[in-house]
C-alpha cells in the first residue's frame, strides 16, 4: 500500500504562514478562510517502537503532554503505538519517507541500515554510563557524527534528538541459573544491534526481534533466553511467565537512550518557536521519564521477586570480563571502517575524560546502601 501526503497549500504551510507567525501580508492572503481554520491545531502523526501497554508508551505520552500544553495547543500529537503504521523497526524510513512526521524509538532499530546506528546507544562500553553517552550527543561531537550519518551517509530526510539517558540494560531472562561463559553456549538468545555480534562472539545463537514478539518465540521455543530492556517493560509483555531468573547488571547495552525522530521537511516547515517547543520537550521528557523509570522499575523489580517467583541475579564478573574482551575483538572490526573509527575515537576521548571525573568523584554508593540496608544487595 503507497501511503502519499498532501503538498501545496498544506496543513503545515498554512499554519506556518498564517496562524503560526507568518508576515502579515501572508496573514492576510487568508482572511477570508473561516476563523475556525485560524485556531485549529496542527495535528502531528508520531509512532512509537513500542506496545500500546509499555510503560515507554506512558514515556511518550509525558512528551506529548509537554509538547501539546507548551504550545499553547498550536501543535496536537496523534501518539500511535508499534504496528499502528509501521512495523516496531520500520519507524526511520516512515519518518524519512513522511509517513510519519515523528517516531519515538532507539537507533538500534535501524542497525540494518548501518551497523553505526549502535554506536548512539548500544556500542562499546568504555567506561561511561548512558548519562555520559547523552553527555557526548549534546556536547562532545555526537549530535554532529550522528547528522553525518543520517543525512549525509544514508541519504535519510530526518532530524534525531537523543532523550532519557536509559539505566543499564539487565543481561535477562534465562530459565536456569548461568553463571560462566561455559554456561551461556549454544542459548538461542533475543538481543539486538552490536549487542548481536557481541553475544554472538560469545557463543550465543542470537535472534533480534521487538519487544512484542519475544515471549511467542519463547513459548514456540523459536529463543530460549532473551533480554529486553528494564523490569517494567519485561514484566507487562510476561518474561516472568517463561523464565525465572532474571540477571542484571551488563555490558551489552549500558549506555542507551530514547531516540525521537522528527521528519525534516516537517521540522523546518514549522514556526522557529514550535521547532523549539519540539526539541526542548525533548530535554523536558528526558527529566521525567527518568523519574518514572525509578519509580516504576524498583517497584516492580521487587514485585517480580516477591509476587511472581522470579531470582534476581547479578551477572557474574566471569561473564561481565568476557563481554568486555569480545567488545575488544569487535572493534578490531568495526575500526576497519572509517566512520566507525571515527565515532568511537569521539567516544572514547569523551569517555576518557568525563568518565574519570565520574568514578574518581563518585563515592561508593553501596557501602551507604550495605550500611543503612544490610544484607540485600547481592554482589
Do not use: C
Not at 485549529?40 to 508508551?57: E, G, R, Y
Not at 557501602?367 to 544490610?374: D, G, I, R, S
Amino acid at each position: 500500500m503507497t501511503v502519499t501526503r498532501t503538498t501545496g497549500l498544506s496543513r503545515r504551510s498554512f499554519l506556518h504562514k498564517g496562524a503560526l507567525g507568518g508576515s502579515a501580508a501572508a496573514a492576510a492572503s487568508v482572511l477570508a478562510a473561516p476563523a475556525v481554520l485560524a485556531q485549529a491545531p496542527l495535528v502531528m502523526k508520531m509512532q512509537t517502537s513500542w506496545p500500546a501497554s509499555d510503560i515507554w508508551m506512558d514515556m511518550a505520552r509525558e512528551y506529548v503532554t509537554r509538547v501539546e500544553e507548551m504550545s499553547g495547543g498550536r501543535l496536537k500529537i496523534d501518539l500511535l503505538p508499534a504496528g499502528a503504521v509501521v512495523g516496531a523497526f520500520q519507524v526511520m524510513d516512515a519518518v524519512s519517507d513522511g509517513v510519519l512526521d515523528a517516531a519515538h524509538t532507539v537507533p538500534v532499530y535501524w542497525y540494518g541500515k548501518s551497523k553505526a546506528a549502535s554506536f548512539f546507544g548500544t556500542g562499546p562500553v568504555f567506561g561511561g554510563s548512558a548519562s555520559t553517552m547523552v553527555g557526548w550527543f549534546y556536547q562532545g561531537g555526537g549530535k554532529e557524527l550522528y547528522e553525518e550519518l543520517t543525512q549525509q551517509i544514508l541519504g535519510l530526510n530526518v532530524y534525531g534528538l537523543m532523550g532519557m539517558p536509559m539505566p543499564a540494560q539487565p543481561f535477562g531472562w534465562f530459565k536456569t541459573e548461568v553463571n560462566t561463559i561455559g554456561d551461556i553456549q549454544g542459548f538461542k538468545y533475543r538481543t539486538v544491534g552490536l549487542a548481536a555480534d557481541l553475544l554472538q562472539a560469545m557463543g550465543m545463537s542470537v535472534a533480534q526481534l521487538p519487544g512484542g514478539e519475544i515471549v511467542p518465540a519463547m513459548e514456540r521455543g523459536v529463543i530460549d533466553a532473551f533480554e529486553f530492556n528494564n523490569p517494567s517493560s519485561d514484566s507487562r509483555f510476561g518474561a516472568q511467565d517463561v523464565a525465572k531468573n532474571y540477571y542484571l547488571s551488563s555490558y551489552h547495552q549500558a549506555s542507551e537512550a530514547f531516540e525521537f525522530l522528527f521528519n525534516k521537511d516537517f521540522m523546518d516547515d514549522l514556526a522557529p518557536d514550535l521547532q523549539a517547543i519540539l526539541r526542548y520537550g525533548v530535554e523536558a521528557s528526558a527529566t521525567s521519564n527518568l523519574a518514572l523509570a525509578m519509580k516504576e522499575y524498583s517497584g516492580d523489580l521487587q514485585k517480580l521477586a516477591t509476587e511472581s517467583g522470579v531470582t534476581v541475579h547479578r551477572t557474574s564478573k566471569e561473564i561481565l570480563a568476557g563481554q568486555l574482551e569480545a567488545w575488544d575483538r569487535l572493534i578490531v572490526d568495526l575500526e576497519t571502517d572509517a566512520f566507525n573509527k571515527k565515532v568511537m575515537d569521539s567516544q572514547r576521548a569523551w569517555v576518557e575524560q568525563v568518565a574519570y571525573y565520574e568514578l574518581m568523584n563518585a563515592p561508593d554508593l553501596g557501602l551507604a546502601y550495605e550500611h543503612y540496608f544490610p544484607g540485600k544487595l547481592k554482589l
